[in-house]
């Protein structure tokens, strides 16, 4: 098994840019977790979803970031526009069951200049 | 809604010496709890987990957490540190009744010296 796959590894960009994160969750996996760490934050869950849909977006910090799941084995999350207090690392996790083991992927390092 | 409290920021062991670090959480019943380990540039990798049964858990790499439920707490022993042991460590928490995702605690940072 592959794992959680995250793209890219490392993103850097200008303020007011758009920036999409890609995450392919394991196969078979019916959650999906978006997280942002930071040193301040620690780690900070983001949004989630349940085959597909989305369940609790409570955790985005503003309408900048938008997430999706068009499909089982893919989901993004956008910040449109960038500015730098968003740069940190974003994980994706991915489980089956909700209170199940949470596979993590490598995340994305996001820095945003 | 369940929390998790890691008191130890960072702490340093000598190499060979035993471990041990600190997780409380508050949760009205009997949780769900993890211990995950998070190395540089990495993303968090599976310890061990604690659902219910024995109350002692054994996890990859020498590592072992013992539930007590009095204490509120699910602390994570090693008995002989290894360099590579040296890591972000996070306990985290999660409800075994309803739709409230896990909950991480702040991480202790593991250094370990010669």
């Known amino acids: 098994d592959a794992g959680v796959i995250q793209s890219p590894r490392h993103e850097v960009t200008e303020m007011g840019q758009e920036v999409t994160l890609r995450c392919k969750p394991i196969?078979?996996?019916?959650?999906l977790f978006w997280y942002r760490q930071t040193m301040m934050r620690g780690l900070e869950l983001l949004i989630y979803?349940?085959?597909?849909?989305?369940?609790?977006d409570s955790g985005m910090p503003e309408d900048r970031f938008s997430a999706k799941m068009p499909n089982a084995s893919f989901s993004t999350l956008k910040i449109q526009p960038s500015e730098p207090r968003d740069s940190a690392v974003y994980f994706c996790a991915s489980t089956l069951g909700f209170t199940d083991t949470q596979y993590f992927g490598p995340g994305t390092r996001l820095t945003v200049l | 809604a369940q929390s998790v409290t890691q008191p130890d920021i960072h702490i340093t062991v000598s190499e060979g010496a035993s471990l041990e670090l600190r997780c409380n959480y508050s949760?009205?019943?009997?949780?769900?709890l993890f211990w995950y380990v998070q190395s540089p540039g990495q993303g968090l990798q599976l310890l061990l987990k604690?659902?219910?049964?024995?109350?002692l858990v054994q996890g990859i790499k020498g590592f072992e957490a013992e539930f007590k439920r009095s204490q509120s707490s699910f602390n994570l022993r090693k008995p002989s540190v290894h360099w590579s042991d040296a890591a972000e460590y996070f306990c985290a928490v999660g409800a075994g009744m309803g739709n409230t995702p896990l909950v991480f605690g702040k991480g202790t940072r593991l250094s370990v010296i010669a």
């Open positions: 196969s078979g996996h019916d959650y």
């Open positions: 979803f349940n085959n597909n849909v989305p369940i609790d």
């Open positions: 604690y659902f219910s049964g024995d109350t």
């Open positions: 949760y009205g019943a009997t949780p769900y």
